[in-house]
């Protein structure tokens, strides 16, 4: 009875065998499995890091690209502050016939459509020289201009808000006269500006009665 206790016992054996060494596979491969994971884990956050980069790359090309784009329209931008400012003081000055009073009114809106113009112009110059739309020398005369399209911009605004106060007081003799004083300066101001632009380009002596 004892002896085939023992029998059964060690029939036993192989099935426990078997347990056992199936445990410790499971064992191992956890264990591998836990090494592994830091390993994929600074892949994934590799993985991201690198498509977060390339996104960031994209969107800032793009940014770029757009603002080259709008500094090629400088050239182009220009002529309506300069058109808009000179039309109105023309008007302005038309307004003092008697006839004409009526065209001080339009003169104001060529200066509200100016004031518009002034501020993307500039702004389209300034993005012409930080992005070196073109191959322009950077010396003391391109900051010249920079500094003179930059002070005609903003008398253009400051031109806007004097004429809209001249508007709202049309008794006032004071505003008024102020208001065609700042107009004749802003029109000087921006063609000044703009003949130094045309300059850049065309060369500083290319308005010369001199031959060739």
Known sequence: MGCGRVIQTWRLWPVVAALVLSAARCADAAQASQSNAPANDSAVV????????TTTTT??????????WFAKLHPALVHFPIALVTTAAVLEMA?????????????????????VGSVVTVASGWLKFAC??????????TGLHRIAGTIAGAWVLVLCVISERSRRRPQSWGWRLCYRLALLFGAVAVGMAGHMG??????QDYLSFAEG
Do not use: K, N, Q, Y
């Open 46 to 53: 590799t993985t991201t890091t690198t498509t977060t980069t």
């Open 59 to 68: 969107a800032g090309a793009r940014v770029m690209r757009a603002g080259r």
């Open 132 to 141: 070196a739309v073109d191959p322009i020398p950077v010396d003391r005369f």
């Open 95 to 115: 307004s003092l016939v008697p006839s004409l009073r009526r065209a001080a009114e339009g003169a104001r809106w060529c200066v509200l459509g100016a004031a």
């Open 198 to 203: 045309g300059s850049l380009v065309f060369g």
